[in-house]
């Protein structure tokens, strides 16, 4: 297998961003980045400064790193929710508007790209377990690339969705715990019988 083989593609600014942050090139980053610019095309929205874009991504991979930087969802800021149902689909509300989409990775993704031999024998390593670490890489390369030279709606389907709010991050005030004295988040705290409040970890 001719591992220094390039690949030729041209990644863009934003993508480098995500990069950057994320630390490699991957398909799941690409994912990621592929619905947070569908999102802020569809939503008219730009990078995400407080909490009026939402995004709520179904799984808890690479993906998540495109949506932190393109749209500025961070979990700090609340306006992130990360279920971790395994599943490849993004929903972005935008609050001003109220308007909302839902992104949902179609079945069959299939290479199409020029290193087509390679990449279905890499793939087959990858799924026998025998690849190696330079090969899962060159795998994941490859398929980040073929994922970026595909129309959108080849890989996600996009539906409109229903504007549901999560609400804004609670600001509650913080008690000490009655067991280990720690500061904390009293909405977050645990009654025990007697009416004592507990942090979770203690209470657990
Ligand atoms: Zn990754
Ligand atoms: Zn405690």
Redesign the pocket.
């Known amino acids: 297998m001719k591992e220094t083989e390039t690949i030729h593609f041209k990644i863009p600014d934003d993508l480098k961003k995500c990069i950057e942050f994320?630390?490699?090139l991957?398909p799941?980053?690409v994912y990621g980045y592929l619905v947070a610019k569908a999102a802020m095309d569809l939503l008219k929205i730009k990078r995400s400064r407080d909490e009026e874009v939402v995004a709520i991504s179904e799984n808890d991979?690479?993906a998540v790193?495109a949506l932190q930087i393109l749209l500025g969802t961070s979990t700090g800021k609340g306006n992130l929710i990360l279920k971790d149902y395994g599943k490849n689909v993004y929903t972005v509300l935008n609050r001003s508007n109220r308007k909302a989409y839902r992104f949902s990775r179609k079945k069959h993704y299939q290479y199409e790209g020029e290193s087509k031999d390679e990449f279905f024998q890499l793939d087959a390593a990858v799924s026998s377990g025998t690849a190696t670490e330079k090969e899962k890489r060159r795998h994941k390369m490859l398929k980040a690339a073929d994922l970026l030279s595909k129309p959108f709606h080849d890989i996600f389907s996009t539906a409109e969705a229903d504007c549901v709010m999560p609400s804004y991050a609670p600001l509650a005030r913080s008690k000490a715990c009655a067991a280990c004295g720690e500061m904390t988040m009293s909405s977050k705290m645990v009654e025990t019988e007697n009416g004592t409040l507990l942090c979770i970890p203690c209470a657990s």
């Open positions: 994320h630390g490699h991957c799941g980053l991979s690479c790193d």
